[in-house]
Each structure stands twice: as C-alpha cells, then as structure tokens.
C-alpha cells in the first residue's frame, strides 16, 4: 500500500499544538509487517502535565513500547497528543494510564507498555508503569509476566 494515499492528517502539514487534552489528534497508519511480531518505542523526554490540586508543573520522560497489530499510531500526531496534557490536570499514574487505554482504543495493539519516569518534586520521584496484553493470546499472558517483574526505572 503506498502510505502517501492513508488519510494522515498531521503529517507534512502545519503544526498546531493544543492547550488541552485531545486524544482526537491521534492517527495511525497500517503495519505493513503484520505477519511479524516486533517492537515499536517511543520516547518523550520533554512530557509536561500539571498537578490537579496545586496547578503546578510536572516534567517526566514517557516511554511507550508496544508490539503492533493491523494499525501504528503515526509520530507526528503522538507528538501532538502527549504536549496536549501540558495544561491538563492530572496525577502521574493517572497519565500514565490514560496513555495506554487511549492508544489501546486507537490501535488494539498486540501488547503495549508506558511507563512514566517523572522528575522529583518535594524529593519523591514517581515512576508508573501501566501495561495491556490482547485478551487470551500470549500477549495477556506476556503483560502479567512483565508487569510482575516491574523494576522501575
């Protein structure tokens, strides 16, 4: 399939970056190795949210691996749907987990993880790790293994 006739709005165009939290920016494009299972990962190393209750910044890395199905989401528009939490209140693990089901939701991939490295306030660093494997495959089964191993960081 070539890839210049998906319907990818983000790419190659102009960029808008949002003030509030829009899942509605996400897109994706189709995998064109679905016959292979491998890993896609992401690293957003400026992520930016706001506590709820104070209003106060909170900075981290956000790391998303996954191993994609039929659809991937496209760069650009997770680029512009993680800067979208900037002046969105939420708590650390609650991003965290937003992440995963919103891009659960635009892919159903196989398996993925996001894990939240976020930087110390008030001397406590908070490092959420929330992860999905597709129902009665291997990769539920994958996603409870690797999540009773969680280390942190």
């Known amino acids: 399939m070539d890839r210049k006739k998906e319907n990818l709005k983000q790419l190659g165009n102009d960029t808008h970056y949002l003030d509030k939290y829009a899942p509605e920016v996400l897109e994706t494009f189709e995998n064109m190795h679905k016959d292979n299972d491998y890993w896609v990962q992401f690293n957003c190393p400026e992520f930016t949210t706001l506590c709820p209750i104070t209003g106060q910044p909170d900075f981290a890395e956000i790391k998303i691996m996954y191993i994609p199905d039929e659809r991937m989401v496209e760069s650009k528009s997770l680029k512009l749907y993680l800067f979208s939490f900037r002046n969105h209140g939420d708590f650390h693990e609650d991003s965290v987990n937003v992440i995963m089901k ?52």
């Open 102 to 153: 919103d891009l659960v939701r635009l892919m159903q991939p196989k398996y993925i993880e996001v894990i939240g490295l976020f930087v110390p306030r008030g001397g406590i660093s908070i490092y959420p790790y929330a992860n999905y494997g597709r129902p009665g495959t291997k990769y539920e089964d994958m996603a409870a293994e690797r999540l009773r191993n969680y280390q942190g960081r």
